[in-house]
């Protein structure tokens, strides 16, 4: 079975920038994750998307942060305008999506954002 | 809010020794509690999950304790080996949100 593919691996991008992640779920997988991971803390929920529509998205910082699920599967997350404080690993997961006790999620490998 | 905290930050052993990881959470209305491993430039792998209802839960080498009246959880991992040399995350599930603690950065010296 797949996996949850990420990409790009690594971004570098000067601040001010726009810069654009893709996410593939795991096939058949309901919900997908974005979470943001600042070097020496634990990942933090940014949207959650069920199907094609938002779960919770409290902590997105809309100003600047868009994500969008076309279709329920694939997914992109934006930022526009970067800022260096948005430095950070950006996770994807995927969960089958029923049941909040057994349903879990899997990640994938990230990627790696620089803002200069 | 759901505050998930890890001690130590950082733990350094030499090989073959026992390893123990200790995870706090301050929201006991948990469903369940996560321990994940995580390798540098990797995502996330889960490594145990434990229901609410559940004590404990193992999986060859690895054992977690679940104590969740006093917001605590435990990750034991036997005769440690260096290829176990990673971040630990615990985190666990309230409603459908995951709350991750920051980690223990465990090495395990050859």
């Known amino acids: 079975e797949a996996g949850v593919a990420q990409s790009p691996r690594y971004k570098i991008i000067e601040k001010r920038q726009s810069v654009a992640f893709w996410c593939n779920p795991i096939?058949?997988?309901?919900?997908l994750y974005w979470y943001q991971q600042i070097l020496g803390q634990g990942p933090k929920l940014l949207i959650q998307f069920q199907n094609n529509g938002v779960v919770d998205d409290s902590q997105l910082p809309k100003d600047r942060f868009s994500a969008e699920r076309l279709k329920g599967v694939d997914s992109t997350l934006k930022i526009q305008p970067a800022k260096l404080e948005d430095s950070a690993v950006y996770l994807c997961?995927?969960?089958?999506?029923?049941?909040?006790?057994?349903?879990?999620?899997?990640f994938g490998p990230g990627t790696r954002l620089t803002v200069l | 809010k759901q505050e998930v905290t890890q001690i130590p930050a950082a733990l350094s052993v030499p090989e073959g020794e026992n390893l123990v990881l200790n995870c706090s959470f301050t929201d006991s209305a948990i469903y369940n509690l996560q321990w994940f491993r995580q390798d540098p430039g990797k995502g996330l792998t889960s490594l145990l999950l434990?229901?609410?209802?559940?004590r404990e839960q193992t999986s060859g080498r690895l054992n977690a304790s679940l104590d969740k009246s006093s917001g605590r959880s435990t990750l034991y991992i036997a005769a440690s080996q260096p290829g176990d040399s990673a971040t630990y995350l615990c985190?666990?599930?309230?409603?459908?949100?995951?709350?991750f603690g920051a980690g223990t950065t465990v090495t395990v010296r050859a």
């Open positions: 985190a666990v599930k309230n409603d459908y949100k995951l709350s």
């Open positions: 997961a995927s969960s089958l999506g029923r049941g909040a006790t057994t349903d879990t999620q899997y």
């Open positions: 434990i229901q609410s209802s559940q």
């Open positions: 096939s058949g997988h309901a919900t």
